[in-house]
């Protein structure tokens, strides 16, 4: 296996691709994600900006399995494409029509990459430094596209996280200030499981934020997870909360979590639910996103049968 992923470059990657695929058809290969994964992180390594260029005009999964092996071999050129990266631009919504993907988690997904990388350490352990630089990049962000800044701030949250206390991290979040930055990683710490012991606090949280940006981003976090019927909770309480909820945008948000967290037990109701959003705009996203997350679902489902 070794040999085969050395052997790869920029103009046999396609054909090796090709002979995968059929060793796997013919049961050559077991089947299995742990040398996928390696293949595609090579192929990243070795074709960087111009394969993944290929591959996102070709709408192909396989544009963020390279992201790893890009940012490996040349970090550099890969943060300046995110940096760039038009989420509007055709080819992008191409990209995500073709591959039932949505422009956050395809935005946390660079943001990901680009996170470990700065955070990377021979030990495990995160320096000071290497915080520092982690925050610089954010600021960076903020002050030329406040989406990408949320989306680090989401993955810088989660490495940083880890093993602290509910306090803490409750004052990790209100310790930003910006809009975007607050919403992020409220956003984080909840999907943390952070609450999971008392969902409904996490509601409770949600509500105490000085940001309405922050306000709505945890909202739906927090119903999500309600719906998910974290320790026990009974999602049908909720759903009666939600009926008796004036329409507004705190009722929004909270069926947009409430709908994204139902996805997976239950994919009709969770479009029942977003079609209830009172925002024609809002709603009209959150239903396009719910049924993108069902059809990927679906062909997740076949493809491991």
Same mark, same amino acid.
């Given at each position: 296996?070794?040999?085969?992923?050395?052997?790869?470059?920029?103009?046999?990657?396609?054909?090796?691709?090709?002979?995968?695929?059929?060793?796997?058809?013919?049961?050559?290969?077991?089947?299995?994600?742990?040398?996928?994964? @390696?293949?595609?992180?090579?192929?990243?390594?070795?074709?960087?900006?111009?394969?993944?260029?290929?591959?996102?005009?070709?709408? %192909?999964?396989?544009?963020?399995?390279?992201?790893?092996?890009?940012?490996?071999?040349?970090?550099?050129?890969?943060?300046?494409?995110?940096?760039?990266?038009?989420?509007?631009?055709?080819?992008?919504?191409?990209?995500?029509?073709?591959?039932?993907?949505?422009?956050?988690?395809?935005?946390?997904?660079?943001?990901?990459?680009?996170?470990?990388?700065?955070?990377?350490?021979? %030990?495990?352990?995160?320096?000071?430094?290497?915080?520092? @630089?982690?925050? %610089?990049?954010?600021?960076?962000?903020?002050? @030329?596209?406040?989406? @990408?800044?949320?989306?680090?701030?989401?993955?810088?949250?989660?490495?940083?996280?880890?093993?602290?206390?509910?306090?803490?991290?409750?004052?990790?979040?209100?310790?930003?200030?910006?809009?975007?930055?607050?919403?992020?990683?409220?956003?984080?710490?909840?999907?943390?499981?952070?609450?999971?012991?008392?969902?409904?606090?996490?509601?409770?949280?949600?509500?105490?934020?000085?940001?309405?940006?922050?306000?709505?981003?945890?909202?739906?976090?927090?119903?999500?997870?309600?719906?998910?019927?974290?320790?026990?909770?009974?999602?049908?309480?909720?759903?009666?909360?939600?009926?008796?909820?004036?329409?507004?945008?705190?009722?929004?948000?909270?069926?947009?979590?409430?709908?994204?967290?139902?996805?997976?037990?239950?994919?009709?109701?969770?479009?029942?639910?977003?079609?209830?959003?009172?925002?024609?705009?809002?709603?009209?996203?959150?239903?396009?996103?719910?049924?993108?997350?069902?059809?990927?679902?679906?062909?997740?489902?076949?493809?491991?049968?």
């Amino acid at each position: 296996p070794q040999e085969f992923l050395d052997s790869l470059n920029v103009r046999n990657w396609k054909k090796a691709r090709d002979a995968l695929a059929v060793a796997y058809e013919e049961g050559r290969l077991r089947s299995g994600k742990s040398f996928q994964k @390696k293949f595609w992180s090579k192929v990243g390594e070795i074709g960087g900006k111009e394969v993944a260029v290929e591959l996102l005009q070709e709408g %192909d999964p396989a544009f963020v399995k390279i992201l790893e092996g890009w940012a490996k071999g040349s970090p550099q050129e890969m943060f300046d494409y995110y940096a760039e990266l038009d989420l509007k631009s055709p080819d992008v919504q191409n990209y995500l029509e073709k591959t039932n993907s949505r422009e956050i988690p395809l935005m946390d997904q660079f943001s990901s990459t680009v996170i470990d990388e700065i955070l990377r350490n021979s %030990d495990g352990k995160k320096r000071k430094l290497q915080v520092s @630089k982690a925050n %610089d990049l954010i600021d960076h962000f903020l002050e @030329k596209n406040k989406a @990408k800044a949320e989306s680090l701030t989401r993955e810088f949250t989660e490495r940083v996280i880890k093993g602290r206390n509910k306090e803490t991290l409750k004052q990790w979040v209100t310790g930003y200030k910006e809009p975007e930055l607050q919403a992020g990683s409220a956003q984080r710490v909840i999907e943390s499981g952070a609450f999971d012991e008392n969902p409904l606090e996490a509601v409770e949280f949600a509500d105490s934020l000085e940001s309405i940006r922050a306000k709505r981003s945890a909202l739906s976090s927090a119903y999500a997870r309600l719906a998910a019927g974290k320790n026990g909770h009974d999602p049908n309480h909720t759903a009666i909360e939600l009926n008796a909820m004036e329409d507004g945008w705190r009722r929004d948000f909270a069926l947009n979590g409430f709908a994204h967290g139902l996805v997976r037990r239950d994919p009709d109701a969770a479009l029942e639910w977003a079609n209830s959003i009172s925002d024609e705009g809002f709603r009209e996203i959150v239903t396009k996103n719910i049924s993108k997350r069902i059809k990927k679902e679906l062909v997740d489902k076949a493809s491991v049968q």
